[in-house]
T-cell receptor
Framework: AQSVTQLGSHVSVSEGALVLLRCNYSSSVPPYLFWYVQYPNQGLQLLLKYTTGATLVKGINGFEAEFKKSETSFHLTKPSAHMSDAAEYFCAVSKGQAGTALIFGKGTTLSVSS | DAGITQSPRHKVTETGTPVTLRCHQTENHRYMYWYRQDPGHGLRLIHYSYGVKDTDKGEVSDGYSVSRSKTEDFLLTLESATSSQTSVYFC?????????????FGQGTRLTVV
């Protein structure tokens, strides 16, 4: 079975500070990993994904994540937070097979203060 | 933006009544999914479809049924609504299955059961 654990339901940073959102996964097969962002009253938008190949993945809005198999982690980072980054972030895992659904973590709410 | 429309966007209904939520896509994607989002739980898969008239259960399918008679429409029915089904419901679509390609999400339907 696959699962995702997001450490910290709420993270607060100052504008310009490093953003680090933690995600650990469990998977019996090589995983595909995703980060989604949800702004208030909106649907989810894909930030980035890891399937195969390079373990450092760059996404939209300056975010990136690194797949570390030995640590079963896929943490999301951004060097300098913007006020507009305030949102809820979800880590998700799948088996990478056609038709398999995403399994989501419980989400982390990011607050950015000026 | 991906062509996904959920209707209605908001609904209040009484306990014990049947409710149907609609997801309509204009992308001709094969896979469609229904998730519910609840605070502290992230997104949980209710049902999904891998083609016309082909559906399967997800993690939290009890009390829900689905139908897909056309590629573009995926209906979620709460057979007899209960207060525990108060939630935000999201439809998602994917061309080759969420595991291998990006999943696109609708704007969500906020359902309140009183």
């Amino acid at each position: 079975a696959q699962s995702v654990t997001q450490l910290g339901s709420h993270v607060s940073v100052s504008e310009g500070a490093l953003v680090l959102l933690r995600c650990n996964y469990s998977s019996s097969v090589p995983p595909y990993l995703f980060w989604y962002v949800q702004y208030p009253n909106q649907g989810l938008q894909l930030l980035l994904k890891y399937t195969t190949g390079a373990t450092l993945v760059k996404g939209i809005n300056g975010f990136e994540a690194e797949f570390k198999k030995s640590e079963t982690s896929f943490h999301l980072t951004k060097p300098s937070a913007h006020m507009s980054d305030a949102a809820e972030y979800f880590c998700a895992v799948s088996k990478g097979q056609a038709g398999t659904a995403l399994i989501f973590g419980k989400g982390t709410t990011l607050s950015v203060s000026s | 933006d991906a062509g996904i429309t959920q209707s209605p966007r908001h609904k209040v209904t009484e306990t014990g009544t049947p409710v149907t939520l609609r997801c309509h896509q204009t992308e001709n994607h094969r896979y469609m999914y229904w998730y519910r989002q609840d605070p502290g739980h992230g997104l949980r898969l209710i049902h999904y479809s891998y083609g016309v008239k082909d559906t399967d259960k997800g993690e939290v399918s009890d009390g829900y049924s689905v139908s897909r008679s056309k590629t573009e429409d995926f209906l979620l029915t709460l057979e007899s609504a209960t207060s525990s089904q108060t939630s935000v419901y999201f439809c998602a679509i994917s061309e080759s299955g969420q595991g291998t390609t990006e999943a696109f999400f609708g704007q969500g339907t906020r359902l309140t059961v009183v």
